[in-house]
T-cell receptor, first 113, second 116 residues
Framework: EAQVTQNPRYLITVTGKKLTVTCSQN?????MSWYRQDPGLGLRQIYY???????DKGDVPEGYKVSRKEKRNFPLILESPSPNQTSLYFC????????????FGPGTRLTVT | AQTVTQSQPEMSVQEAETVTLSCTYD???????LFWYKQPPSRQMILVIR??????QNATENRFSVNFQKAAKSFSLKISDSQLGDTAMYFC?????????????FGPGTSLSVIP
């Protein structure tokens, strides 16, 4: 089954404790993105990647890191999480530029206390 | 910079009735794409419909159709014969046409409740 997977689905952590949210797609897509969703703000892009070893900042990259060492994986790293990073996070992938539909993962609910 | 506005934070509709969700956007681009995504309580993001700006014909997908007014920068979604399963958050999104990947800008969303 073609899909985007994220792990973990739920995470509660404390301020300053490094964490990684994994994202993997099995559709051989070139493009992958990370978004955060907050009430009243919709989805805002954190980082995106056009291919292996090619990444770029989205609208809200502060406090986040990403890497793209393999085409299928695009982990999101929070080196020192803070309470303002409490949010719902989505990974998405897309096969082409332009009008292609983005395929979203199931989301990761992160709470930083 | 592009922006997407959805002026209706919440809406409700009776089952089997028709409802229209509004979306406006601001851009200086001529070639771009517009999308409506649905997010049911399961949180999964699902593409509902897509429109290319260079196409004058409004996109339609079964009970879902759009009214695309390029000059007015308006992209509303009409849901006909509303069903309980249509209850969800709906996001309007914009992406400019680019030879390589470009950012997708989402609106703040409209929460739609279908009432039995």
């Amino acid at each position: 089954e073609a899909q985007v997977t994220q792990n973990p689905r739920y995470l509660i952590t404390v301020t300053g404790k490094k964490l990684t949210v994994t994202c993997s797609q099995n559709m051989n897509h070139e493009y992958m993105s990370w978004y955060r969703q907050d009430p009243g703000l919709g989805l805002r892009q954190i980082y995106y990647s056009m291919n292996v070893e090619v990444t770029d900042k989205g609208d809200v990259p502060e406090g986040y890191k990403v890497s793209r060492k393999e085409k299928r994986n695009f982990p999101l790293i929070l080196e020192s999480p803070s309470p303002n990073q409490t949010s719902l996070y989505f990974c998405a992938s897309s096969p082409l530029a332009g009008a292609s539909e983005q395929y979203f993962g199931p989301g990761t609910r992160l709470t930083v206390t | 910079a592009q922006t997407v506005t959805q002026s209706q934070p919440e809406m409700s509709v009776q089952e089997a009735e028709t409802v229209t969700l509004s979306c406006t956007y601001d851009t200086s681009e001529n070639n771009y794409y517009l999308f409506w995504y649905k997010q049911p309580p399961s949180r999964q993001m699902i593409l509902v419909i897509r429109q290319e700006a260079y196409k004058q014909q409004n996109a339609t997908e079964n009970r879902f159709s759009v009214n695309f007014q390029k000059a007015a920068k308006s992209f509303s979604l009409k849901i006909s014969d509303s069903q309980l399963g249509d209850t969800a958050m709906y996001f309007c999104a914009f992406m400019k046409h680019s030879p390589s990947y470009d950012k997708v800008i989402f609106g703040p969303g409209t929460s739609l409740s279908v009432i039995p």
